[in-house]
């Protein structure tokens, strides 16, 4: 887990809310490069994709509406040791819990709205990177 990509997306009410720009501001400040960034939107079948792994618990349909409302941010970030570096940049899953100064502390609008997604493995960066970008291999 000490590869230098991740892979982010911005959620919908935070590019709704205008947050894409300070967001990414704050992921420029905390040494991230962006290797390659777009704004597109899921489709409600593609959310369902994006987090299987979730499938059947309490959360997942609201996740899955939720993530195929509006457009979002994806983006593949490159630092020294980027996955851990950036899920402590965006706190806890639930901005209730996230530490102050936090992206999900700043933005979130509640545990689902929660702002941002970070990956939480080298092997997800890569899958949930492909699944946006197809030069995510030379990255
Ligand atoms: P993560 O995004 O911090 O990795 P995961 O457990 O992978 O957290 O959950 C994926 C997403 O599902 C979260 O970012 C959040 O949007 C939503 N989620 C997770 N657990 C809950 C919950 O208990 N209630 C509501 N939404 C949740
Ligand atoms: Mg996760």
């Known amino acids: 887990m000490n590869g230098s990509i991740t892979f982010t997306m911005i959620k919908p009410s935070a590019v709704e809310s205008n947050f894409t720009g300070p967001i990414l501001k704050m992921i420029n400040e905390s040494g991230f490069r962006i290797k390659a960034i ?16 979730h499938a059947g618990k309490p959360f997942f349909d609201g996740l899955v509406e939720f993530m195929s409302s509006g457009p979002i941010v994806a983006v593949i970030l490159e630092k020294e040791n980027a996955i851990l570096d950036f ?6 899953t639930n901005p209730a819990d996230a530490a102050p100064g936090t992206i999900r502390k700043i933005f979130a609008k509640s545990f689902t709205e929660n702002a941002i997604h970070g990956s ?9 990177g492909s699944f946006f970008f197809s030069e995510m291999e030379q990255f």
Do not use: C, H, M, P
């Open 38 to 53: 777009k704004l597109t939107q899921l489709s409600k079948e593609r959310a369902e994709a994006f987090y299987g792994v």
């Open 120 to 128: 939480d493995s080298d092997e997800n960066a890569l899958i949930e």
């Open 87 to 92: 899920r402590t940049l965006i706190g806890s």
